[in-house]
Nanobody, 129 residues
Framework: QVQLVESGGGLVQAGGSLRLSCAASGRTFSTYNMGWFRQAPGKEREFVAAISWSSGSTYYRDSMKGRFTISRDNAKNTVYLQMNSLKPEDTAVYYC??????????????????????WGQGTQVTVSS
């Protein structure tokens, strides 16, 4: 059974930064693409960023480009989301997810919820104005 545990969320002022972590169980973490999603109150869950298993490729939602950076450390079974220049509209619960076995690393695939089969419990990020 795969478990994903997010951490690093909290309350930050607009313009501040947070670094989210997602620790994964299992010995095959390095062979899976990983993604971050978020869900704000009253809104649907949306794609934030994704990283290929080798860290060779990344994708971002347009509104995150230049502000957020996804990375991973396969030796530590951990994926990160560095969030800078945070805005009140970034307030949401942030989830990490593991891609389905064999899924292609394309933007069309990585933005889809059904491209992921394991999800963490989420970590709350609140940005005050």
């Amino acid at each position: 059974q795969v478990q994903l545990v997010e951490s690093g969320g909290g309350l930050v002022q607009a313009g501040g930064s947070l670094r989210l972590s997602c620790a994964a169980s299992g010995r095959t973490f390095s062979t899976y693409n990983m993604g971050w999603f978020r869900q704000a109150p009253g809104k649907e869950r949306e794609f934030v960023a994704a990283i290929s298993w080798s860290s060779g490729s990344t994708y971002y939602r347009d509104s995150m480009k230049g502000r957020f950076t996804i990375s991973r450390d396969n030796a530590k079974n951990t994926v990160y989301l560095q969030m800078n220049s945070l805005k009140p509209e970034d307030t949401a619960v942030y989830y990490c997810a593991r891609s389905v076995t064999g899924s292609a690393f394309t933007i069309a695939t990585m933005i889809r919820f059904d491209s992921y089969d394991y999800w963490g419990q989420g970590t709350q990020v609140t940005v005050s104005s």
